[in-house]
T-cell receptor, first 115, second 112 residues
Framework: ETGVTQSPTHLIKTRGQQVTLRCSSQ?????VSWYQQALGQGPQFIFQ???????GRGNFPPRFSGLQFPNYSSELNVNALELDDSALYLC??????????????FGPGTRLTVL | SQELEQSPQSLIVQEGKNLTINCTSS?????LYWYKQKYGEGLIFLMM?????EEKSHEKITAKLDEKKQQSSLHITASQPSHAGIYLC????????????FGTGTRLQVTL
């Protein structure tokens, strides 16, 4: 069984640029969520994808967007990067959505630094 | 919106000592998750609790959810250096997305 994987592990960008982060869900998991974790804080929910559609979104602006592919892998895109976007971006996968309290497994994260 | 408060914020214990971390919610908990995180790395799933009064154990770690489902505790028995890290509690959502709301974490150091 393959766990959740993310790429790249580290990334440095400058303000105004765009970035794409990638996540492969755990085998058999059809739901992917993305979280942003600033230094010293708990992860903040960005959005979730289920069956290739956005299924819930946190308090993040539209320049944060995503995709889910038929194999359940996912991308997080951030446009017009700002300094405050510097954070650890975590991907989590699970089975199902909604009020289903299944185990959620996280990937190792992508550390994004915006200069 | 739901808020989770963890206490203590940080903890230093001597190897072999027991410790408890608490997680208190502003609303009823529907699915409470405990994770461990090494600095700057991903979250390692520890346990998930759903029912009031539920208790689960894995190796030397025990987690409980109180009857009123507004507080959870994580207890580590005979701590080891491998237990060091940041412990995060996360609350499940009753909305359409199974999002988690996290506390700010408890940083645990285990000294020799």
């Amino acid at each position: 069984e393959t766990g959740v994987t993310q790429s790249p592990t580290h990334l440095i960008k400058t303000r105004g640029q765009q970035v794409t982060l990638r996540c492969s869900s755990q085998s058999g998991h059809n739901t992917v969520s993305w979280y942003q974790q600033a230094l010293g804080q708990g992860p903040q929910f960005i959005f979730q994808y289920y069956r290739e559609e956005e299924n819930g979104r946190g308090n993040f602006p539209p320049r944060f967007s995503g995709l889910q592919f038929p194999n359940y892998s996912s991308e997080l895109n951030v446009n017009a990067l700002e300094l405050d976007d510097s954070a650890l971006y975590l991907c989590a996968s699970t089975i199902g959505h909604g009020i289903s309290y299944n185990e959620q497994f996280f990937g190792p994260g992508t550390r994004l630094t915006v200069l | 919106s739901q808020e989770l408060e963890q206490s203590p914020q940080s903890l230093i214990v001597q190897e072999g000592k027991n410790l408890t971390i608490n997680c208190t919610s502003s609303k009823t908990l529907y699915g409470l998750y405990w994770y461990k995180q090494k600095y700057g790395e991903g979250l390692i799933f520890l346990m998930m609790l759903q029912k009031g009064g539920e208790e689960k154990s894995h190796e030397k770690i025990t987690a409980k959810l109180d009857e009123k489902k507004q507080q959870s505790s994580l207890h580590i028995t005979a701590s080891q250096p491998s237990h060091a890290g940041i412990y995060l509690c996360g609350a499940g959502s009753t909305g359409t997305a199974s999002k988690l709301t996290f506390g700010t974490g408890t940083r645990l150091q285990v000294t020799l």
